[in-house]
């Protein structure tokens, strides 16, 4: 993006942060999906390239419970879509919710009523419903992987009640995709809930997948809410200290062993940790247990990527601009939260630049990932200033450790959180940091995360936060000294703190410093 678009973009949100019907970049905007297994609303609070999430409900009503045996939509789920369905046209309305998107997936485009319970669903929500093939639903979850992974390179495998989608991604690269009868309701169904009969129908359909063969050596990126209750019990089971699931990709190895695990134990009740699923997906834990094993004995890959985005996230991408889609959904959502919580949102713009100056200065040597993590934490710098000054730096790591950021892995998080901690708590206070938070950096990144901590924080010291000053400062090298040089109009701005905080930021790469005016 060019620093004029970005700044015309960094404007207009300015411009709307205050509106009532959103405060980034227009309207709320809603799906509304229908699934085999759930009814769900997602409002978010605006269409944009980071999907930010407003409001979530969904409502167990099990449409695809009984279709393989009877070919129909249970009477009773039906009854209880429909009364769903009319509470949540009614919180779009409530909401103010500028456009709403409703998809219905494999139980209502294969039931011989489902037709009819559309009908009747499309007068409730007054808008047209898309019955998504299993390709559409395919390609959809393909982009939401997309949308909120990080150049993904892998095979994506979508798991809902009634159905399984695969597809394979590569970058932006979507390949066709096809569907399976392997959700977690149909698998019970045609199986008569019999976990044993239903593995030999899984791995005969699993079998005879050619394209699962192209997965080897690469990831899996797990979509659909019984995958993400794994995920979730996972977690739970290691003591992991970071909940937020997507980013922490599983070796295939040891996903394979808890999916045994599971589908030994699930059926029998004797699963520790099992309240941290919800009672409503414990039934179906076994079947998606069983279908990732065999992806996974079948595949051959070398993680298991567990997405929060999906379908729904993969239509609204759809609906952007190219140009929107190919922007950086890290970054994105870094300049959303600079633009809501900074003091100057152009201040932290700038930081890029200053910090890109001293590390070009320096000759530290950074990856294209290293930049891309550090140009975040310049825009996330300055999120915490409305905390109690002594609880800043907790406020926000607590923030970006668990905040709602796509395009980025677990080790990317731990190393923004650190930086921005030690912006405001100083290099020296690693007792502060939560042990098992800490213990989750390696050395090599805890060093890096303190030496932009050090950056900013001198920054910050420099600037007051405010934009147009740092561009009056520049870097030099003599020997192994480095040099902060003051232009003449900000000249005053040095003085003794300056002075040692930049000493310290010098020490942390290995060199002596000094200051210099013009």
Known sequence: MSGSTHQARLEQLRKSRLTDSSRLNGPQVAVIDIGSNSVRLVVYEALTRSLAPVFNEKVMCGLGREVRSTGLL???????????????????????????????????????????????AERIVRTPIEILSGSREAKLSALGVISGVHKPDGIVGDLGGGSLELIDVRGRRVRRGETLPLGGLAL?????????????IVRQELAAVPALKA????????????????????????????????????????????????????????????DVVAMARRPLLAYAALVLEHVIRVAKPKRIV??????????????????????????????????????????????????????KAVRLRETPEQKRLRHAACLLADIGWRAHPDYRGEQSLNLIANGNFSDIDHEGRVFLALAVFYRYAGSG?????????????????????????????????????QANVLSGTHFRTRGRKVVMVFEHRVADLAGERVANRFKQLARLVGRSSAIDKL
């Open 74 to 120: 249970a009477a009773d789920a039906v009854e209880r879509a429909l009364a769903a369905l009319r509470r949540l046209h009614a919180l779009c309305k409530v909401m103010k919710v500028g456009r709403t998107f409703v998809i219905a997936t494999a139980a209502c485009r294969d039931a011989d009523n489902g037709p009819e319970f559309i009908a009747k």
């Open 188 to 200: 019970a169904d045609i199986s008569r809930k019999s976990v044993k009969r239903a593995e030999r």
């Open 215 to 274: 997965g080897r050596g690469r990831d899996f990126y797990a979509v659909g809410g019984t995958w993400r209750s794994l995920a979730r019990l996972h977690i739970a089971l290691k003591g992991y200290p970071l909940r937020v699931r997507p980013g922490n990709p599983i070796p295939a190895n040891e996903a394979l062993a808890f999916a045994r695990r599971i589908k030994r134990l699930a059926p029998r009740g004797a699963m520790p940790q099992m």
């Open 306 to 359: 567990i997405s929060t985005f999906g379908v729904r996230e993969g239509l609204l991408f759809s609906q952007l601009p190219a140009k929107e889609q190919a922007r950086d959904g890290l970054l994105a959502a870094a300049q959303d939260l600079n633009v809501l919580r900074s003091r100057s949102p152009r201040h932290a713009e700038e930081l890029i630049a200053w910090t890109d100056s001293f590390m």
């Open 429 to 465: 206070d690693d007792e502060e940091l939560a042990p098992s938070l800490r213990d989750l950096a390696s050395p090599a990144l805890l060093e890096r995360a303190k030496v932009i901590g050090a950056a900013l924080r001198i920054a910050h010291l420099v600037s007051a936060a």
